[in-house]
């Protein structure tokens, strides 16, 4: 089994593979982590990663630019049903749009928004990083073996919302409520690291690579 991390210019990729490794290993799974830009290898994978860092627009530009990715990654997906999994700014490119630096159009497969985080409290501070526990953890999505309350890492200025609260599998509070995890039909994203998210990250990897949704 193929496991394709999309290598679109931008995020730690070889720590996310690293991660997905280690989860393999420790389930004892015989699964190939690719590092890859070929679309043609992203149209043939059996399951997808899509990390991420830095603005929305520029990611989505970044994708946009390698020929016939963004084709490939919908194809594999959204007309074949491979399991997706979104990290960080590869969770908030499911969106709709993205406000960040003007408007700019997502991949539009969670309807909704990503938009700066706004906290009520004055002491919480942006950007959001550390660990944070999250709360709403579905048991019907890649998240099943995350428990209620377990600490991820997290590292950015801006979440996705969701238009409708269905989608949204975790959340997590800094200084007001917001999604840390979407999910619909195949396609799940995780505003948290799971790289760095020690043993709750390890064991979202290790469901995911088992994930038949």
Same mark, same amino acid.
């Given at each position: 089994?193929?496991?394709?991390?999309?290598?679109?210019?931008?995020?730690?990729?070889?720590? +996310?593979?690293? @991660?997905?490794? #280690? &989860?393999?290993?420790?389930?004892?799974?015989?699964? *190939?982590? =690719?590092?890859? %830009?070929?679309?043609?290898?992203?149209?043939?994978?059996?399951?997808?990663?899509?990390?991420?860092?830095? +603005?929305?627009? @520029?990611?989505? #530009? &970044?994708?946009?630019?390698?020929?016939?990715?963004? *084709?490939? =990654?919908?194809? %594999?997906?959204?007309?074949?049903?491979?399991?997706?999994?979104?990290?960080?700014?590869?969770?908030?490119?499911?969106?709709?749009?993205?406000?960040?630096?003007?408007?700019?159009?997502?991949?539009?497969?969670?309807?909704?928004?990503?938009?700066?985080?706004?906290?009520?409290?004055?002491?919480?501070?942006?950007?959001?990083?550390?660990?944070?526990?999250?709360?709403?953890?579905?048991?019907?999505?890649?998240?099943?073996?995350?428990?209620?309350?377990?600490?991820?890492?997290?590292?950015?200025?801006?979440?996705?919302?969701?238009?409708?609260?269905?989608?949204?599998?975790?959340?997590?509070?800094?200084?007001?409520?917001?999604?840390?995890?979407?999910?619909?039909?195949?396609?799940?994203?995780?505003?948290?690291?799971?790289?760095?998210?020690?043993?709750?990250?390890?064991?979202?990897?290790?469901?995911?690579?088992?994930?038949?949704?």
């Amino acid at each position: 089994m193929a496991i394709a991390v999309i290598d679109y210019g931008s995020g730690n990729l070889r720590s +996310a593979a690293k @991660a997905l490794e #280690r &989860a393999a290993a420790e389930r004892g799974a015989a699964q *190939e982590i =690719i590092v890859t %830009a070929d679309a043609e290898v992203v149209r043939r994978a059996d399951r997808l990663v899509l990390p991420g860092v830095g +603005a929305f627009a @520029a990611c989505m #530009r &970044a994708l946009e630019a390698i020929d016939g990715l963004h *084709e490939a =990654i919908e194809e %594999a997906v959204i007309r074949k049903g491979r399991p997706f999994l979104g990290v960080c700014v590869g969770m908030q490119l499911l969106a709709t749009r993205g406000l960040e630096f003007g408007e700019s159009v997502g991949l539009d497969w969670i309807e909704g928004e990503v938009r700066k985080l706004e906290p009520d409290d004055p002491h919480a501070k942006i950007p959001h990083m550390g660990w944070n526990s999250l709360s709403g953890v579905s048991d019907l999505s890649v998240l099943a073996d995350v428990k209620e309350g377990r600490s991820v890492y997290f590292t950015h200025s801006f979440a996705l919302y969701p238009r409708d609260n269905s989608d949204v599998a975790a959340w997590v509070d800094h200084g007001g409520r917001f999604p840390a995890a979407v999910a619909r039909g195949n396609v799940a994203g995780v505003q948290f690291h799971p790289e760095k998210s020690q043993d709750a990250g390890l064991s979202l990897l290790a469901r995911f690579l088992e994930w038949r949704p």
